[in-house]
Each structure stands twice: as structure tokens, then as C-alpha cells.
């Protein structure tokens, strides 16, 4: 049962960073376009963060609704945040690299 609770916490998750990835696309008038543009990846990274971030605010919340899966959402949650600050580290000392080689 916790890894049905695992793959929904993960597609809420999934689904609302995509909807909010086009909201702050056409809000902020972002071009996504063009060759090793960085701009989806941060700013998808920076909609699931927010996804993440609200989630365990929610779950925290509702610590006694969620009853014995409140550790297992919360647990995913945390991992679900992190991924993405990762992924933006990777990526920007990816950028600092490719800009310190390129004379």
C-alpha cells in the first residue's frame, strides 16, 4: 500500500509541476526555445520545487488525516524536493564548466 502512496504522492506532483510550468511560462513570458537553452530546466525544477515544497506543508497539516502514511508522504516529499535542487547544482556547475572551456 505505501508504494501506491509512493506513485500518487509522485503523480500530484508530476501533474500540478506541469500545469504550473505553463502558467509561469506565459505569466513570465519565458522563451523555452532555442539550442542548449537552460531555461525549462530551471524552471521546470523550480515548479516541482514549489509542488514539493507545498505538498509538505500540506501533508504536515494533515499529519492526522494521512494517520500511518503521514512518514511515507512526507518521506517522498522531502526526496521529491530534493531532486531538483540537485539537478539544478548539476546542471549550473555543468554551464560554469562549459563557459570556463569555451575561450
Same mark, same amino acid.
Given at each position: 500500500?505505501?508504494?501506491?502512496?509512493?506513485?500518487?504522492?509522485?503523480?500530484? *506532483?508530476?501533474?500540478? !509541476?506541469?500545469?504550473?510550468? @505553463?502558467?509561469?511560462?506565459?505569466?513570465?513570458?519565458?522563451?523555452?526555445?532555442?539550442?542548449?537553452?537552460?531555461? %525549462?530546466?530551471?524552471?521546470?525544477? @523550480?515548479?516541482?520545487?514549489?509542488?514539493?515544497? !507545498? @505538498?509538505?506543508?500540506? !501533508?504536515?497539516?494533515?499529519r492526522t488525516s494521512?494517520?500511518?502514511?503521514?512518514?511515507?508522504?512526507?518521506?517522498?516529499?522531502?526526496i521529491a524536493l530534493?531532486? %531538483?535542487?540537485?539537478?539544478?547544482?548539476?546542471?549550473?556547475?555543468?554551464?560554469?564548466?562549459?563557459? @570556463?572551456? *569555451?575561450?
Open positions: 500500500m505505501k508504494i501506491l502512496v509512493i506513485l500518487f504522492v509522485l503523480f500530484i *506532483n508530476l501533474s500540478l !509541476s506541469s500545469l504550473l510550468y @505553463g502558467v509561469i511560462t506565459e505569466v513570465f513570458g519565458l522563451d523555452t526555445g532555442g539550442f542548449l537553452d537552460f531555461t %525549462p530546466i530551471f524552471v521546470a525544477c @523550480g515548479s516541482w520545487m514549489i509542488v514539493s515544497l !507545498s @505538498g509538505l506543508v500540506l !501533508s504536515y497539516f494533515a494521512l494517520q500511518q502514511y503521514y512518514r511515507t508522504v512526507w518521506i517522498t516529499e522531502g530534493a531532486l %531538483p535542487l540537485l539537478a539544478m547544482i548539476v546542471v549550473t556547475a555543468l554551464l560554469f564548466v562549459s563557459k @570556463g572551456t *569555451n575561450h
